[in-house]
């Protein structure tokens, strides 16, 4: 840790404690509980557990969400994926528009996109019980409507229509785990980040393939995806037959997200699904 990222850690630590503002904290008297508070909070940090799951909240497109190690951490980057598809939604297809969720942990895309678009219909599905108890917490805190549903999208299919399909999806290949950071590594939901090295783009291509069925006419498809693929990716859904495949990279220059447009929508699925999890 940086001597500045040590001191934005402290300040946070301080205002999470105490109350007071930034402004505040120089003229503030310190009581002992808080004293307490801040030695154990500053414990758990030093130990390698990430400040956000210390003080068990973050905050994301300026609100303020639980997180436990059940669920991922918000990244800006993903902030920067939710302005995307909010600015994009005028040309998705006329009102009343529905828009799924995959992989919501947190739910802070549903969520945010929820308070941003209240007209839209909002579902969001995770695999894990426990955080979609997390995301339905969240929903009720920042009093936003959201349907959640437990479904593992490499083995069903999430019922009805969608004007706007968005997943940030596990995508940091299990080789990739030697070149992470520790409080990561060791913090966060294995479930949620990693993907086989054989398949790294499974969750793409299983969620592209049956987004050609969910999606209504012209809708589209949004990603968060594993800054090395961003080239295979769309190439992928060109061959699937999306059009208006556009890359973008985030705030720190890597590619990072991608939207494609779905012109007609195929026939329903019909078993068997793609990506069982136990076939053969």
């Given at each position: 840790?940086?001597?500045s990222?040590?001191?934005?850690?402290?300040?946070?630590?301080?205002?999470?404690?105490t109350?007071?503002?930034?402004?505040?904290i120089?003229?503030?008297?310190f009581?002992?509980?808080?004293?307490?508070?801040?030695?154990?909070l500053?414990?758990?940090?030093?130990?390698?557990?990430?400040?956000?799951?210390?003080?068990?909240?973050?905050?994301?497109?300026g609100?303020?969400?639980q997180?436990?190690?059940?669920?991922l951490?918000p990244?800006?980057?993903?902030?920067?994926?939710?302005?995307?598809?909010?600015?994009?939604?005028?040309?998705?297809?006329?009102?009343?528009s529905?828009?799924?969720?995959?992989?919501t942990?947190?739910?802070?895309?549903?969520?945010?996109?929820?308070?941003?678009?209240?007209?839209i219909?909002?579902?969001?599905?995770?695999?894990?019980?426990?955080?979609?108890?997390i995301?339905?917490?969240n929903?009720?805190s920042l009093?936003?409507?959201?349907?959640?549903?437990?479904?593992?999208?490499?083995s069903?299919?999430?019922?009805?229509?969608y004007?706007?399909i968005v997943s940030?999806?596990?995508?940091?290949?299990?080789?990739?785990?030697?070149?992470?950071?520790?409080?990561?590594?060791d913090?966060?939901?294995?479930?949620?980040?990693?993907?086989?090295?054989?398949t790294?783009?499974?969750?793409?291509?299983?969620i592209?393939r049956?987004?050609?069925h969910?999606?209504?006419?012209n809708?589209?498809l949004?990603?968060e995806?594993?800054?090395?693929?961003?080239?295979?990716?769309?190439?992928?859904?060109?061959?699937?037959g999306?059009?208006d495949?556009?890359?973008r990279?985030?705030?720190?220059?890597?590619?990072?997200m991608?939207?494609?447009?779905m012109?007609?929508s195929?026939?329903?699925?019909?078993?068997?699904?793609?990506?069982?999890?136990?076939?053969?």
């Amino acid at each position: 840790m940086t001597d500045s990222e040590a001191s934005a850690t402290a300040l946070m630590l301080i205002e999470e404690v105490t109350g007071h503002s930034r402004t505040q904290i120089l003229t503030a008297d310190f009581l002992e509980t808080d004293t307490d508070k801040l030695l154990s909070l500053a414990n758990q940090i030093a130990n390698g557990t990430p400040i956000q799951y210390a003080l068990g909240y973050t905050h994301f497109c300026g609100m303020k969400f639980q997180v436990t190690p059940h669920v991922l951490i918000p990244r800006p980057e993903t902030e920067e994926l939710v302005e995307w598809i909010y600015s994009s939604f005028s040309l998705l297809p006329s009102s009343p528009s529905a828009l799924l969720d995959i992989g919501t942990g947190s739910g802070c895309i549903a969520i945010s996109l929820a308070k941003k678009l209240p007209q839209i219909q909002v579902t969001a599905l995770d695999i894990s019980s426990e955080a979609l108890q997390i995301a339905q917490g969240n929903a009720q805190s920042l009093t936003v409507h959201v349907v959640f549903l437990q479904l593992d999208i490499l083995s069903e299919t999430p019922p009805g229509t969608y004007a706007c399909i968005v997943s940030n999806p596990p995508y940091v290949c299990e080789s990739e785990a030697l070149q992470m950071e520790s409080n990561v590594l060791d913090h966060e939901p294995h479930l949620a980040l990693f993907v086989p090295d054989a398949t790294p783009l499974l969750f793409y291509e299983t969620i592209a393939r049956k987004a050609l069925h969910l999606l209504t006419p012209n809708g589209y498809l949004f990603f968060e995806i594993n800054r090395q693929y961003g080239s295979a990716i769309t190439t992928l859904l060109h061959d699937l037959g999306y059009t208006d495949v556009q890359l973008r990279q985030d705030q720190f220059g890597n590619d990072r997200m991608i939207r494609a447009k779905m012109v007609k929508s195929r026939p329903p699925l019909t078993p068997p699904l793609w990506g069982e999890r136990n076939s053969k």
